[in-house]
């Protein structure tokens, strides 16, 4: 089997998985108990804490430990959108994440927020004057995600921080698929998302179990928590703590390539693939931003075909794909950060994602893309 669907999610890594072991049997206290048991995990939470903290050259205690990416979207941006006394104005757009679009949506409802939704291009890019002159006295956030999980697009961060926080808006950032693959140093060492107000992480697109996570956000900035109770985390997110998936998140993390390496050798990769799939099958049309794309995903819509069909196809051939994102995968609604591009809704259906890990190699892509002819000529009823 060739698993090339690591955006929708990933194994976790031994050494994650080890490391957490300990913290769910021998060393299984509460991190807030007294005793050796729970001191012993509340020392386990705070050296994750700080492993996390250096690796987003950021202070320890902006760390915020969730349960994933929905929560930490919903975290940081209703957390706050709800404390910061600006404005009730936030800026986004319609390819983001579905977390991030219900999230504002429901400010909106409950809260009477008004969302400015900025439109993308034809490959997913907003336009930075759109934006600019979108940011308004009262504009308390602008949540915009470093990488499309659909279609790879990367987002302009360094200038989305740069134009928000010359009026005093705060930036918050979906880093999900960005991890492991683009400098997430918030901190004076880093180069794309340095200064960004607030970001989010999911332990499961990195090798750590579904149901961790991470949400940074800048201590001084006041954060109205979505969840109450006990106080924990600093009083932004009550509950015990999850102190295993805290050291397995921490530790999948160190496992992580340098990402400036990892980028350019698997962006190679991906640009073989892509022009070994256009160049061979005719109704392939790659989405996205063709440069300025995450270097492990590579998307088509192949118009006249059906998206689910193929993917069974080729399933059957051992490549294991996805359809468009997981979220919208068995529904029959088109993907809406393809509609958001103006790709016709009939051609959206047929949209076809390969995502790829730090250990896919170039014999894999030849092998799916072998797979991905073949698969095409079959659904098209071309077979000899
Ligand atoms: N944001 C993006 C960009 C994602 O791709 C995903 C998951 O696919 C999420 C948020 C939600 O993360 P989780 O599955 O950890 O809730």
Known sequence: ????????????????????????????????????????????????????????????????????????????ITGLALAYPRGKHIISALSEHEAVLETLR?????????????????????????????????????????????????HPLPEIIDAAHEVGALVHTDAVQAAGWCDLRVGASGTVVRGVDALTISGHKIGSPKGSGLTYIRG?????????????????RSGTENVAWAVALSTALQQLPEPTAEAARV?????????????????????????????????????????????????????????GSACAAGSDEPSHVLVACGIDPDVARTSIRFSFSHTTTAEELTTAATAF???VSTVSGLAQ
């Open 106 to 154: 429901f400010l909106e409802r409950v809260h009477g927020f008004e969302i400015t939704w900025l439109e993308v291009d034809g490959q997913g890019n907003i336009d930075l004057a759109e934006l600019t002159a979108a940011l308004r006295p009262d504009t308390t956030l602008v949540t915009l995600m470093l990488a499309n999980n659909e279609i790879g697009t990367l």
């Open 1 to 76: 089997m060739i698993y090339l669907d690591n955006a929708a999610t990933t194994p976790v890594v031994p050494a994650a998985l080890e490391a957490a072991w300990p913290y769910l049997t021998s060393d299984f206290g509460n991190s807030s108990s007294t005793h050796e048991l729970g001191l012993r995990a509340k020392h386990a939470l705070e050296n994750a804490r700080a492993i996390c903290g250096a690796w987003l050259d950021v202070p320890a205690s902006d760390i915020i430990f969730t349960s994933g990416g929905t929560e930490g979207d919903n975290l940081a």
């Open 220 to 236: 001084r900035l006041a954060v109205e928590p979505l969840l109450h109770g006990g106080g924990q985390e600093f009083g932004r």
């Open 373 to 375: 002819v073949s698969a």
């Open 267 to 323: 962006s190679t990769l991906r640009d073989d693939f892509i022009s070994q799939v256009l160049g061979s099958i005719p109704q392939a049309a790659l989405t996205g931003n063709p440069t300025q794309r995450h270097p492990g995903i590579a998307s088509f819509t192949c118009a006249g075909l059906n998206g689910e069909t193929l993917l069974l196809e080729l399933e059957q051939r051992g490549v294991i794909v996805s359809s």
